[in-house]
């Protein structure tokens, strides 16, 4: 298994993934392929087993107001025949390791339990606006202390 980033080539093997990965549910697909569309600042990485996108991650830029104040990390999607073996934690480990995003401020909405794994902490502030209560919403190396709702690109509305 080969980690390395998503080339356009690639574009419809990672929206047949999110499509698998996330059954019933088109939003994740149409996300990612209208921010592609778009141009959307992205940082993207791919796990390859034998010629084929077997998991996909995300991150795309989190403002405060018009400023970015750090990246919002979704979607995370391992193909189902592979989940649960370790290899969305590898990719996630991987991704976190790179420059663009070593040092930046996460955000994530998703599993806590999962997510603490990797030194994500619940997060007060800011709030996030698909989240209520914050009660899923977490963040690594967040030193945000006034109070603000924290921006998405416009393409998301919700998770
Ligand atoms: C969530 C996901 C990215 C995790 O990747 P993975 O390779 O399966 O996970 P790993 O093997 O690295 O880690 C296992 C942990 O993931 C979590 N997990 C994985 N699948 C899960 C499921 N179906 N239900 C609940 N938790 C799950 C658990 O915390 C699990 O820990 P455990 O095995 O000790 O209980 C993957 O299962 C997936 O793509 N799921 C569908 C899409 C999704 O829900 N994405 C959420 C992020 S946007």
Redesign the pocket.
Known sequence: MKIRKLTPEEYAKASALLHQ??PGSAY?VQLVETLHQKGKTMHEWVCIHINKVI?YIAFTNAYQGSVVCGLHL???????E???????????RFALRQDVIKESTIF????P??YQ?FGFEPCAMPLCPFDKNNAHFLSLRNSTVSQFTVGYEPEFRG?
Do not use: D, M, T, W
């Open positions: 990965a996330f994740e998991a979704a979607p995370l999607a391992v193909k189902p592979f989940q649960r073996q370790g290899i969305g934690s590898e990719l996630l994530v909405v998703g599993n339990s999962f794994r998770l």
